[in-house]
């Protein structure tokens, strides 16, 4: 009997079972019975990893903002669906109903509409975590406008590589926003980007700071006076299951970053199935990922698989360390958060500042805790599981990616229990599988290979905007009929998984995906850089931190203002996420006969493990590993 709720172990092997015996009908009956649909489908599933082409529900038509809003409406029209908590914990906070978001959403469409954006247009929003960043999201999804969201920490030039990318029509931002302290002019930085974007119609503008900015005549706009004059109705325009619904942008190996093309239906289904039963979501719940929704983890969990199961869900505007270390605890006992779901990097920032910070609170709401964007390490999980859960909440460490559009590995609370350092088990219709070196998939347990999965799920991305070729070699190529996720993981005697890091040039920081090119190239725009290579290393905080390599055209002027100044290229090129936490100035860089740099070797003298740094004699320059060695930071 396949159920949308999984609350114990039999009905998880029960689903499990079906779903990969069955995916078509398992997959038909969880879109049958707990969903709107306008138009049923003609296919369920239609895919072919080799192409790759995977298609979900074809024929089908829907609105996924009535599945997230409308059909709460008659019974739920008045339950919170939002939860606002602002930057500054002196201003009240604000509850939107489903009845108002309802209003908001349909007014903020006929905005765009009244600009001309039409179904299949790009919106780029570039927005802090208030309101109308989920509310414009939602908006777009209503009138068949693709989203794509822009991380409000990204630099003018990262963000008008993105607008370019996909060629949006309109960008939707604000005066400014707060984080922490701190002031954030976003619409300057806005403005640097257009400079470099032709494409762009208009910019609409929130107010939040109330700060002087300029406005373009004719292109920027005020939005609350248009939404003042705009109809509370809009009808949602009919979406087929394959139309684009988002693209979100990743940090690829190579310097140009990856639209990532999520569709409609597949992702609808999958993020509400595995936000009900990995978070164990009940209807009197408070639901809070801390996330930002510029990244996927917010467009999956705190904004559509929250409101297509009916949720309350919190937004935070703030960062954990305002006004002070508390300020994660206050918030969960102000508003008695039953589910809380972050980054091992907060958990380990936050319990580094001791229990002090904790203590007066009351978290006895708290019923299930999550962490997302890097494997936790043990000493963080038992930190989290003794002094926030207090030994009652199960933790569910989860594994996913962009590219996945949900979760794909974790622990499903009253089913199974987490195990500190290990995602567990993969969720129902994820079928890994392990390959090693050569292409051979690796049978049995106690095994450790590289992670991949051999059948599509709902919610996978189709591919990458204006270049399937790149989604084809970067995800498909590796291995035949396959999807390579660029991870490496372990299987346990019980076929849980533990995921042991990146095996291509990404490094993730404080659960932030960035790829090492992009910041290389950034470097070497200095003048007087001749190359540079950068690594992750272990740090006690953010899980990995950066290293950079750099070789120098001129020896005289290695010096700290060199170093400031690479930092600030990286600032201005991607933004301050990327900037690196060590510089060492080197004579050269460890490579190949054919040219090719040894980062594996670089890695290695970053994290202090010299001992086995393998056969160097057959490297072009063997002397200069000596030297780094020598004068490793």
Not at 601 to 616: E, P, V
Request: glycine letters at 8%; one cysteine or more; charged letters at 20%.
């Amino acid at each position: 009997m396949i159920k949308f709720e999984i609350n114990n172990l039999k009905a998880y092997h029960s689903n499990y079972f079906e779903a990969v015996e069955n995916p078509e009908a398992f997959w038909a009956t969880i879109a049958k019975e707990n969903f709107t649909w306008k138009r049923p489908w003609t296919s369920v599933l239609d895919w072919d990893f080799s192409i790759p082409k995977v298609s979900w529900f074809e024929g089908a038509q829907l609105n996924i903002t009535e599945n997230c809003i409308d059909r709460h409406l008659e019974v739920n029209g008045n339950k919170t669906a939002i939860l606002f908590e602002p930057n500054d914990p002196n201003n009240p906070s604000e509850a939107i109903s489903y009845n108002e978001l309802h209003k908001r959403v349909n007014q903020f469409a006929n905005v765009l509409k009244s600009k001309g954006i039409q179904k299949g247009d790009r919106i780029c929003i570039y927005l802090p975590m208030i309101p109308e960043l989920a509310i414009s999201v939602l908006a777009c999804a209503r009138i068949g406008a693709i989203h794509s969201v822009v991380f409000a920490g990204f630099s003018a030039s990262a963000l008008s590589t993105r607008i370019n990318d996909c060629d949006c029509k309109m960008v939707i931002t604000s005066d400014g926003g707060y984080r922490g302290a701190k002031t954030i002019d976003l619409k300057s930085i806005v403005d640097t980007a257009l400079l470099d974007c032709t494409g762009i119609k208009s910019v609409l503008v929130a107010k939040r700071i109330n700060s002087d900015i300029s406005m373009v005549s004719g292109r920027d706009f005020w939005l609350q006076p248009l939404l003042d004059d705009a109809s509370e109705v809009c009808e949602a325009t009919v979406m087929d299951a394959e139309d684009p619904l988002f693209i979100l942008y990743t940090s690829g190996s190579t310097g140009q970053p990856k639209g990532m093309v999520h569709s409609t239906a597949g992702y609808m289904l999958y993020s509400a199935y595995t936000f009900k039963n990995i978070f164990q979501y009940n209807p009197e719940d408070v639901y809070w990922c801390t996330a930002d929704i510029g990244w996927i983890t917010g467009h999956s969990y705190i904004v559509y698989g929250p409101l297509l199961n009916g949720a309350t869900t919190l937004m935070f505007e703030g960062v954990p360390s305002y006004p002070d270390y508390g300020r994660f605890w206050s918030i969960v006992e102000k508003h008695k958060v039953t589910q809380f779901y972050t980054a091992p990097t907060a958990i380990r920032a936050l319990a580094k500042q001791g229990l002090e910070v904790v203590k007066p609170y009351d978290l006895s709401s708290l019923k299930i805790l999550g962490t997302v964007g890097e494997p936790i390490n043990e000493e963080a999980w038992h930190w989290y599981n003794e002094h926030i859960g207090k030994n009652k909440c199960p933790i569910v460490d989860t594994w996913w990616q962009t590219e996945t559009g949900g979760i794909m590995i974790s622990p499903v609370p009253n089913s199974f229990e987490g195990k500190p350092t290990f995602a567990t088990l993969p969720f129902v219709g994820v079928q890994p599988a392990l390959m090693d070196e050569k292409g051979v998939e690796i049978e049995g347990n106690a095994v450790e290979g590289r992670l991949c999965i051999k059948f599509p799920w709902p919610s996978m991305a189709r591919t990458i905007w204006g270049n399937h070729q790149r989604y084809k070699d970067t995800y498909f190529s590796a291995y035949d009929q396959k999807y390579f996720t660029g991870d490496g993981a372990f299987r346990d005697e019980n076929g849980h998984y533990r995921i042991t890091g990146r095996v291509d040039d990404v490094i993730i920081v404080s659960g932030h995906n960035l790829g090492t090119a992009p910041i290389e190239d950034a470097i070497n725009e200095h003048p007087n850089v001749s190359e540079s290579a950068i690594v992750g290393y272990p740090h006690d905080i953010k899980g990995s931190a950066l290293y950079g390599y750099v070789t120098l055209k001129n020896s005289d002027a290695m010096n700290d203002v060199l170093k400031t100044e690479i930092n600030e290229l990286i600032s201005k090129h991607i933004g301050p996420i990327a900037k690196l936490d060590k510089i060492q100035f080197t004579s050269g860089l460890p490579k190949t006969r054919s040219g090719k740099i040894m980062r594996r070797i670089l890695r290695k003298i970053a994290c202090k493990d010299t001992s086995n740094l393998g056969d160097i004699s057959t490297l072009l320059n063997p002397e200069v590993v000596e030297e780094i060695m020598k004068n490793a930071l």
